[in-house]
Every structure is written in structure tokens, then in C-alpha cells.
């Protein structure tokens, strides 16, 4: 399967090492390059990205309204902050709905980890950054489920469909739907990408 990646930043020297690697380092993909945040806009509007390596201190940026903009145009694009900037601001981007972060000054080896597990796993956060995601209201939210909210976020989360969560949890499919309105309800959630967000980091 072909990959397209959308590598976004300023520097030509980013651009060109991180595009090197890229290739070299993972198979079947396709880079392309934006050297500003209008660029991005342009290209994504265009052509469909698996993913986009986005420096978030690029010209025309618009910090963290870039990632709700870029969801927007893209739904399906996997977004990796790239930044020299401390973890917490990348987490503030992860907040708000970009899957990873990875920094600038990486070795080869940990931003091809982070691209890889992009593509496998759907997000990528270092170490550092997981402990600071699980705050205390996170783990209060997910405690606060039934033990039979949590069976079924727990499934949920593992891809299970309606009927399957009922095959194999002997329920209705309409007792099903009810849970679900809970568990976004209590987790305050509103899609799938978020729950599973939630689960990762809780059981990290």
C-alpha cells in the first residue's frame, strides 16, 4: 500500500533531511513538501494525505486552530506535530486533536518509530508525553463508567460493531446504543478517535 505524507515546514534543510529518511527508512511512500501553513491548505484541499509532519511555528501558522482547520478539510489525516518546542506544548496540540508529536531533534530511529506507529497504530506519543496526557480528570472520567459501560467501552474502542458487542455480551442492540450516548456522555466525548484516544493513554 502507498502512503502520501505531506511534510510541512520552512526549513529547507527539515524538509529535505526528514524527506530522505522518509524514504529511505519506510517503505511504498510518497513525500511531498509545504514550505508554509497556506501551502498546506492548498495541497490537502487537492490531494488526500495519509499523513502530514506538521512544524507548527511555520509561516501563516495559526497555532492551534491549524489542527481543527486541517481535520476540517482532511477528516481522515493523521496529523504528527513536529516541534522543537517543549511536550507541553505539543500536548496542548494533542488536545485539540492531533494524533502525535514527535521533536525536531530526534534521532533517525525515533522519528521513523513515530511515522510507523502513525500509520499502524494511528498516533505516536514519546514516553514523556503520556504520563502528562493522563491527568487526574481522565482517570476520574473513565472510572466513573459501570462496570458494564466499561466492558463496552472496552470493546469499542477494539473495533466491535453493535452486533458483535451484543453476540458477545448476550445484550440488545438497542440497550447497546443506550450505553454508548453514556459513556460519550460521561467521557465527554463525542466520536470513536476520542475514546480510543482515552483508552491508549489509560492503559499506557
Request: aromatic share 4%; glycine share 4%; proline share 0%.
Given at each position: 500500500m502507498i502512503?502520501?505524507?505531506l511534510i510541512a515546514d520552512d526549513h529547507d534543510i527539515v524538509l529535505t533531511g526528514t524527506t530522505i529518511i522518509l524514504e529511505s527508512q519506510i517503505p511504498n511512500v510518497i513525500v511531498d513538501q509545504a514550505e508554509n501553513y497556506h501551502q498546506v491548505l492548498d495541497k490537502i484541499s487537492k490531494q488526500e494525505y495519509d499523513l502530514i509532519i506538521l512544524d507548527i511555528n511555520m509561516p501563516e501558522s495559526k497555532n492551534k486552530k491549524m489542527i481543527s482547520e486541517i481535520k476540517s478539510i482532511s477528516p481522515y489525516i493523521k496529523i504528527l506535530v513536529f516541534s522543537a518546542y517543549e511536550e507541553e506544548i505539543a500536548i496542548q496540540y494533542i488536545k485539540e486533536g492531533a494524533d502525535g508529536y514527535i521533536n525536531k531533534l530526534s534521532k533517525v530511529e525515533e522519528i521513523t518509530e513515530a511515522v510507523n506507529k502513525m500509520f499502524s497504530e494511528g498516533y505516536y506519543y514519546p514516553n514523556g508525553i503520556v504520563s502528562k496526557l493522563l491527568q487526574p480528570s481522565t482517570l476520574d472520567m473513565i472510572k466513573s463508567l459501570s462496570e458494564r459501560e466499561y466492558e463496552i467501552f472496552n470493546l469499542m474502542v477494539k473495533g466491535y460493531?453493535?452486533?458483535?458487542i451484543s453476540n458477545a455480551l448476550k445484550i440488545q442492540m438497542s440497550t447497546i446504543s443506550t450505553?454508548?450516548?453514556?459513556?460519550?456522555?460521561?467521557?465527554?466525548?463525542?466520536?470513536l478517535a476520542s475514546l480510543i484516544k482515552m483508552y491508549e493513554v489509560y492503559t499506557s
Open positions: 502512503r502520501n505524507i460493531g453493535n452486533l458483535e450505553y454508548k450516548k453514556r459513556i460519550h456522555s460521561k467521557l465527554k466525548t463525542t466520536n
